[in-house]
Every structure is written in C-alpha cells, then in structure tokens.
C-alpha cells in the first residue's frame, strides 16, 4: 500500500493554476494514483487516477514521473468553489477500500 | 448523473441505543462501502461488502457493527449499542467494479451524533 505525503494546506486566488504535488517513494508496481474531492459536510468525490505520464480530464490533469515517486494534480484556473480538501490516494486493483491521509486543504481567494 | 443516497441526513441518539443508517447505492453498482468520519480527522474506511457477504472490514469495525442488503436497492449498517466515540459522519460509496483504483462515488453523508 503505497503510503502518501502532501501538504496540509494550499492558497490560491481566483483564475490561477493550482498544482499539488503528492509523494509516494514506496508505491509498488501494481499501484494506480488516485485524486479525490471533498468539500465540507460532504462525501469525497472522484477527480482523476493515473498510473503514469499525463492524464487529462475535464476536471484537472494528473503528472506522473517516470519514476512514479510522486505526482502533481494539476486544477486549472481555479474558481472559489474548488475550496475543499484534496487526497491523493495510493493502491492497487485488488484493494477494495480506500485509505485517505489528511489531504491537502485548498483555499481559493477571490 | 447516478448518486448515492444516504439516510437520515442527520440521527441523534442516546448511549447504548442501537442505530439503522441507510443508503441505496447506484443500482448497477456490484461493491459497496461504509467509511466514517470523524469531525476534524481524515475519512476511515468500515467495512466493504459484495455478493451479500462482508469482503473486507477494518479494526474499527467490531462486534458492534453490522451490514446489511435487506434488498435489491438498500444499504445499511447497524451500530448495536452506541458509544460517544461513535459520533461522527457516516459516509456510504458504491463501486461497479473491485478494488481501490476504480472510482467510488460517495454519498452525502449521515452525520450520528451519540449523546
């Protein structure tokens, strides 16, 4: 089980790019990365999971290494609402639960 | 957009009373989960359930919890005899395949609050 490390707390202004790097030195090689979302009072939401390269989606875009020790989701243009914690999540095909850190609380200011 | 539903949004109950939280999960969705949260921590998993049987379950997960698919459309987990330490949100997810690396949707959330 690939353990993570992010940072506890990001801030940002309106229409800016955010970019929050993950670490991951121990994942394994049947590890996929996995994103989620979630804003107060309210489940985690499913944002983007890449195993390596680039990964692009209408929400965000996921960067992984060669070496696959980290990874940065990246949100473009950012707007108050994506204030919200975001996990970066570390596991294999076989696992059947998710295992969340604290996340990193992402503030956006007008 | 298919969600997951959760209820009550919202259940207070006295110490040693034993609580239902229901939820109906997207209903092609094979693979279902009960996470919790407590206020101001990170999301715990519970328990995952498919083909009417417990799959996997974490130590929080004890004696006093159970999980059920009474039917075709529900979800719920059963907390026996309610502690202080359970309060928190009770978050259900649903999967339609297995495993950590395929997309979970979550519901919105029962928040238990044991006095």
Redesign the interface.
């Known amino acids: 089980l690939a353990k993570t490390t992010q940072p506890i707390s990001m801030d940002s202004y309106e229409g800016q790019e955010v970019n929050i790097t993950c670490s991951h030195n121990n994942i394994a090689t049947n590890d996929?990365i996995?994103w989620y979302q979630?804003f107060p009072?309210?489940?985690?939401?499913?944002i983007i999971?890449g195993y390596k390269t680039k990964v692009t989606n209408e929400v965000a875009s996921l960067f992984i290494p060669a070496d696959r020790k980290s990874s940065t989701l990246s949100l473009p243009r950012v707007s108050l609402s994506d204030t919200a914690v975001y996990?970066c999540?570390g596991?294999?095909?076989?696992?059947?639960?998710?295992?969340?850190?604290?996340?990193t609380k992402l503030s956006v200011k007008p | 957009e298919p969600e997951?539903t959760q209820t009550p949004s919202h259940q207070v109950t006295q110490m040693g009373q034993e609580v239902i939280l229901r939820c109906v999960p997207i209903s092609n969705h094979l693979?279902f989960?009960w996470?919790r949260q407590i206020l101001g921590q990170?999301?715990?998993?519970l328990v995952?359930f498919?083909n009417n049987e417990i799959?996997?379950k974490?130590e929080i997960f004890d004696d006093q919890f159970s999980v059920e698919r009474p039917d075709g459309s529900n979800f719920t987990l059963k907390i026996r005899s309610t502690k202080l330490e359970d309060s928190a949100?009770y978050?259900c997810?649903s999967s339609g395949l297995?495993?950590?690396?395929?997309?979970?949707?979550?519901?919105?959330?029962t928040?238990l609050t044991v006095t």
């Open positions: 996929y996995t979630q009072s309210q489940g985690p939401r499913f999971q996990y999540l596991g294999r095909r076989s696992q059947g639960n998710l295992i969340f850190g604290k996340g | 997951v693979y989960y996470y990170k999301v715990e998993f995952s498919y799959s996997e974490s949100m978050f997810a297995a495993g950590g690396t395929y997309e979970q949707y979550f519901g919105p959330g928040r």
